[in-house]
Each structure stands twice: as C-alpha cells, then as structure tokens.
C-alpha cells in the first residue's frame, strides 16, 4: 500500500474544508478519508474505526 503524505498548507485546507462542512457529502468524505490516511503511520486503527462506525450504522463507504 503505498502512504500519503501531505504537507502544513494541503492539511490545513482539508480541514478547513470539512470543518466548514458546506459542501456534498461524498466531497467531504473523501476529504476526511484523505486526512486520516495522512495519519496512518501513527495509528492504523483509525481508517478501521472510522469504517465499523460506518458499517454499523449502515452508511455506504464510498
């Protein structure tokens, strides 16, 4: 699998882009998929957590 790494301005973006939170769902899920990829390395449970919470609420992941 190969890692993301994104720097201070691209992170800042993304989060400011779904804290804003005014645009369409799947944009603002793939911005949240994209920062917790940035945070793989220091704790791979998050992208697992983050689908469980997903699959038991019975949301699709896109």
Not at 31 to 51: D, E, F, G, P, Y
Request: with cysteine; hydrophobic share 35%; glycine share 4%.
């Amino acid at each position: 699998m190969v890692g993301l790494k994104l720097e201070g301005d691209e992170l800042k973006l993304l989060r400011d882009f779904v804290k804003k939170g005014r645009k369409s769902a799947r944009e603002l899920t793939r911005a949240r998929i994209l920062l917790l990829a940035t945070q793989r390395h220091r704790n791979s449970r998050n992208i697992r957590c983050w689908q469980e919470y997903h699959l038991e609420n019975q949301e699709e992941i896109p």
